[in-house]
């Protein structure tokens, strides 16, 4: 879980209106990608979130059949 300097940030994405890396609004954020410094959750678009958050590792592996 990454944690997100509040400073520098508008009102907006501190209270999860607007994504914490590009503003934007609409559709608002809902992806969780970290928490402030207060506990409270910092939300990103899906796009920034992608971007953000570390690809899933690969449980299952597959093997060529023969």
């Known amino acids: 879980m990454l944690t997100f300097d ?3 940030m508008s009102a907006a994405q501190r209270q999860g209106d607007a994504c914490v890396v590009c503003h934007k609004r609409w559709p608002r ?3 969780r990608v970290g928490r402030f410094p207060d506990d ?3 939300l990103a678009c899906a796009d ?3 971007a ?5 590792l690969a449980t299952v592996v597959a ?3 023969r």
């Open 6 to 8: 509040p400073e520098g």
């Open 29 to 31: 954020p809902r992806v």
């Open 40 to 42: 409270m959750t910092a």
């Open 48 to 50: 920034c979130a992608e």
């Open 52 to 56: 953000l958050l570390p690809a899933p």
């Open 63 to 65: 093997f060529p059949a």
